[in-house]
């Protein structure tokens, strides 16, 4: 294992030649799930990791899968995952380095002609952040079971476009069936879209969950009608209504503080014409919170409020997504934390705030993240940033936990272990330079 190690300037390069595609002249970048500008990341990453010897597939939701063989090919693969499309104000490191630091791990093993024992596998998730189509994380669901190939396909953006008609669009609808792809592990770099790293001077998180989150869509019908002649007491204002119910939505997670978050990010109001009076207004809601039985109060107490503040108009309330609080793997947790530990990079256990593809995939493999600090915990906005130095880091910890978490299924593999206890655990890191 000769100078098997990240080279921070060549990821850092990766980062800003994807951040090019879909940049914002504000800095950030608007690369939304199976847009042009999609396929046109997913073709270069699958170009780059073609060029470190891998072979790629993709299932029929577009999932891709960077393989680079190990020495046993009976193995389900160790996993590197994350996504490449953003936000509309996104930045250039959300989920970007989680997919790129994988792409670093391929370069350094190939670089250093390092072989493993299972498969080292590089995984783009479609349509993580379910801005353009809800839910998030509807091709991970899909891969753990959570939502069905068919609902996932017929989930439509704002503008009516279908998921499987975009994905085909694209070139990316592939034929394996996602979900039918074991794997030994999945590992995740991400940064942590959140202050608490920054404020405590730590370059690593070690995360161990993630919070429960819920999305509603909320509709709300009234009656168009003449600003001018309307009558402040005949109107059936929906627009009114729904700023009565969006007042609630902080209302409900202030009561539920200090844990407790509470959006609404998207509004349409119907005619949107400034001189009538709305007649129906769309709007979604995304509730989140750490324990799924104060979750579930804070739901309820959306619905008695938003009754009152209907004001007789019609009120429909949808839930469209209920993603449970998740516990990563204790194998994998450890990995990470002894890596951080191995490499002297200060760190401190976290749950995640922010939703991840490792959410569902813990579903059905021992999963674990790792955060990165990013400036004033800001993302989802298009002055998202993060210092070399720490992505190099993470990095670093990505490519020593998932070499220790080989090692052991190898001495597993050999028996040297007894299978109760071989678990995915931490390495016995032997001083390498990674
Ligand atoms: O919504 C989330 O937390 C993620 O960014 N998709
Ligand atoms: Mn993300
Ligand atoms: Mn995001």
């Given amino acids: ?125 479609t349509n993580e952040e379910g801005s353009r189509f ?71 998180g070690i995360v161990t969950g993630v919070q429960g989150m819920r999305w509603y869509e909320v509709t709300v019908a009234g009656e168009e009608g003449h600003a001018g002649a309307t009558p402040m007491r005949l109107r059936r204002d929906a627009l009114l209504a729904s700023a009565r119910m969006i007042q609630s939505v902080e209302r409900i997670a202030h009561a539920h503080a200090p844990d407790a978050v509470g959006t609404v990010g998207l509004i349409d109001a119907r005619p949107n014409s400034r001189n009538v009076v709305p007649g129906e207004v769309f709007f979604t809601v995304d509730l989140r919170h750490p324990d799924d039985v104060v979750l579930e109060a804070m739901e309820g107490a959306m619905h008695a409020a938003f009754e009152g503040d209907a004001g007789g108009l019609a009120l429909s309330i949808e839930r469209v997504w209920d993603n449970p609080a998740v516990a990563f793997d204790p194998g994998c947790i450890a990995a990470v934390r002894d890596a951080a530990v191995a490499l002297g990079h200060p760190a401190r256990e976290i749950v995640s705030g922010a939703g991840h593809d490792s959410a569902y995939v813990a579903r059905v493999a021992p999963t674990a993240m790792i955060f990165v600090p990013c400036a004033g915990g800001l993302s989802h906005n298009e002055a998202e940033s993060a210092e070399q130095a720490h992505v190099a880091a993470g990095a670093a910890v990505l490519l020593h936990a998932v070499l220790a978490t080989d090692r052991r299924l190898a001495a597993a593999r050999q028996g040297r272990v007894s299978r109760e206890t071989a678990g995915v655990r931490g390495p016995v890191i032997d001083g390498g330079s990674a």
């Fill in 1 to 125: 294992m000769s100078n098997l190690a990240i080279d921070p300037a060549r990821l850092w390069s990766s980062i800003l030649q994807t951040a090019a595609i879909g940049a914002t002249p504000r800095g950030g970048i608007c690369r939304l799930a199976l847009t042009e500008l999609d396929r046109a990341v997913r073709d270069w990453f699958v170009a780059e990791c073609e060029a470190v010897g891998c072979t790629v597939t993709v299932d029929d939701m577009g999932n891709i899968f960077a393989r680079r063989p190990g020495r046993d090919p009976a193995l389900p693969p160790i996993a590197i995952g994350s996504h490449l499309d953003t936000q509309p104000t996104g930045g250039k490191f959300d989920g970007v380095i989680g997919v790129l630091a994988g792409l670093e791990v391929l370069r350094a093993l190939a670089e250093s002609g390092t072989g493993t024992e299972a498969p080292i596998e590089v995984i783009d998730w």
């Fill in 134 to 204: 809800a839910p998030a994380m509807l091709s991970s669901g899909v891969f753990a079971g959570a939502f069905t190939r068919d609902w996932a396909h017929a989930r439509a953006d704002r503008a009516g476009t279908r998921f499987g008609d975009a994905l085909s669009a694209i070139g990316y609808r592939g034929d394996a069936p996602c979900g039918a792809h074991p794997l030994s592990a999945h590992f995740e770099l991400h940064i942590e879209q959140g202050p608490i790293l920054e404020d405590e001077d730590r370059v690593i």
